[in-house]
């Protein structure tokens, strides 16, 4: 059998070992953020998950899925994958509703 892969929104942050990016992490949820940094050149982004701790590179995506879990995502695959999202405002949705 073919299955496809229910379309889904999620929230997702590329890890750049930025100020910014940190905080982006943070705000989505991902708590604590845990950055190693015994290799200076190669920090890693370090996230428990359900499967156990997982690794994330610098330029890899942390994506927070449908249950609240973060998982990380290799840049090309999340390019594949995934594309922007564009709001809609409540008022836009209402419109499209009574169509």
Same mark, same amino acid.
């Given at each position: 059998?073919?299955?496809?892969?229910?379309?889904?929104?999620? &929230?997702?942050? *590329?890890? $750049?070992? $930025?100020? &910014?990016? #940190?905080?982006?992490?943070? =705000?989505?949820?991902?708590?604590?953020?845990?950055?190693?940094?015994?290799?200076?050149?190669?920090?890693?982004l370090?996230? &428990? $998950?359900?499967?156990g701790?997982?690794?994330?590179?610098?330029?890899?995506?942390? #994506?927070?899925?449908? *249950?609240? &879990?973060?998982?990380?995502?290799?840049?090309?695959?999340?390019? =594949? $994958?995934?594309? =922007?999202?564009?709001?809609?405002?409540?008022?836009?949705?209402?419109?499209?509703?009574?169509?």
């Amino acid at each position: 059998m073919k299955y496809r892969k229910k379309p889904v929104v999620v &929230e997702a942050v *590329q890890f $750049t070992d $930025t100020e &910014e990016s #940190i905080l982006k992490l943070s =705000e989505l949820g991902l708590d604590p953020v845990r950055i190693d940094y015994a290799d200076t050149d190669s920090p890693i982004l370090k996230i &428990e $998950t359900l499967e156990g701790l997982m690794i994330a590179a610098k330029g890899d995506y942390i #994506i927070k899925g449908v *249950q609240g &879990e973060f998982y990380p995502c290799k840049p090309d695959i999340f390019a =594949e $994958t995934y594309e =922007e999202a564009k709001e809609c405002r409540k008022y836009d949705q209402r419109r499209m509703d009574s169509i």
